[in-house]
T-cell receptor, first 121, second 114 residues
Framework: GAVVSQHPSWVICKSGTSVKIECRSL??????MFWYRQFPKQSLMLMATSNEGSKATYEQGVEKDKFLINHASLTLSTLTVTSAHPEDSSFYIC?????????????????FGAGTRLSVL | AQTVTQSQPEMSVQEAETVTLSCTYDTSESDYYLFWYKQPPSRQMILVIR??????QNATENRFSVNFQKAAKSFSLKISDSQLGDAAMYFCAYALASGSRLTFGEGTQLTVNP
């Protein structure tokens, strides 16, 4: 079954509004989550690393004031795209850096959410 | 910084045939992990196979196997007996440590012809 729940799967919003995307860890605690962005026919690019109880670490070139990440609990990380514009339209994917057991942790298996397609009009 | 390169933007294969996808990477580390992920049209990332750098033996998972050449920093994926369901975007990825961030290659779009 799914290890990571990501919602919504698709959101359409007007330019200037804010959109919140949730990434929820099912059945186990996730101290670290990753947020990726994927443009059509391109690869996944890491935006930020979300750490429970502390500030997220953003990759170079990612505006932290525009892409707000909150990881207030061990099971939930959120990405808020503030004042979204058409150029923010993309596919956003979260992943968990730790699996539900020592076995998967040792294997360094990451679990991905199903992704969120954001369309800004 | 670590980089991952996939030089084949597109590949095609006939059903039941074998295809090899290429991947090279650059790192100064000696211990790391390499992965192949599959992204079908649903866009859900699916782990295909993984390899620990300290292991000399090439990983295999059913019809999927890798050719890991550590000195050459090469990590190719071989798909045997290709099936229509194998059609997807394939990403090669690198991670330095357990649970750490992934660095992805550009991807290879695989088409399987009936």
């Amino acid at each position: 079954g799914a290890v990571v729940s990501q919602h919504p799967s698709w959101v359409i919003c007007k330019s200037g509004t804010s959109v919140k995307i949730e990434c929820r860890s099912l059945d186990f605690q996730a101290t670290t989550m990753f947020w990726y962005r994927q443009f059509p026919k391109q690869s996944l690019m890491l935006m930020a690393t979300s750490n429970e109880g502390s500030k997220a670490t953003y990759e170079q070139g990612v505006e932290k004031d525009k892409f707000l990440i909150n990881h207030a609990s061990l099971t939930l990380s959120t990405l808020t795209v503030t004042s979204a514009h058409p150029e923010d339209s993309s596919f956003y994917i979260c992943s968990l850096g730790r699996g539900p057991s020592r076995a998967t942790l040792a294997k360094n298996i990451q679990y991905f959410g199903a992704g969120t397609r954001l369309s800004v009009l | 910084a670590q980089t991952v390169t996939q030089s084949q933007p597109e590949m095609s294969v006939q059903e039941a045939e074998t295809v090899t996808l290429s991947c090279t990477y650059d790192t100064s580390e000696s211990d790391y992990y390499l992965f192949w992920y599959k992204q079908p049209p649903s866009r859900q990332m699916i782990l295909v196979i993984r390899q620990e750098a300290y292991k000399q033996q090439n990983a295999t998972e059913n019809r999927f196997s890798v050719n890991f050449q550590k000195a050459a920093k090469s990590f190719s994926l071989k798909i045997s007996d290709s099936q229509l369901g194998d059609a997807a975007m394939y990403f090669c990825a690198y991670a330095l440590a357990s649970g750490s961030r992934l660095t992805f290659g550009e991807g290879t779009q695989l088409t399987v012809n009936p």
